[in-house]
């Protein structure tokens, strides 16, 4: 777990469905992408590197996970 540094932008990551309860959301640095839970923000967040983020994306996108 992270606690990421105040000031990010965070958006809601466009996998998160609109039928609410499963919201993730993301903000990016330019080392770090940072994931957290949108109903549980104040538990920190998760962070990754971009790469590793982008692998973990494209394997969504194609079903692999």
Known sequence: MNTPPLGLRWHKSTYSGNQG????E???TPKTVYVRDTQNRDLG???FTPAA???FVEDVKADRL
Do not use: I, S
């Not at 309860?21 to 993730?24: D, I, K, L, S």
């Open 45 to 47: 967040a998760l962070g």
């Open 21 to 24: 309860g499963q919201c993730v």
């Open 53 to 55: 983020f982008a692998a």
């Open 26 to 28: 993301v903000a990016e």
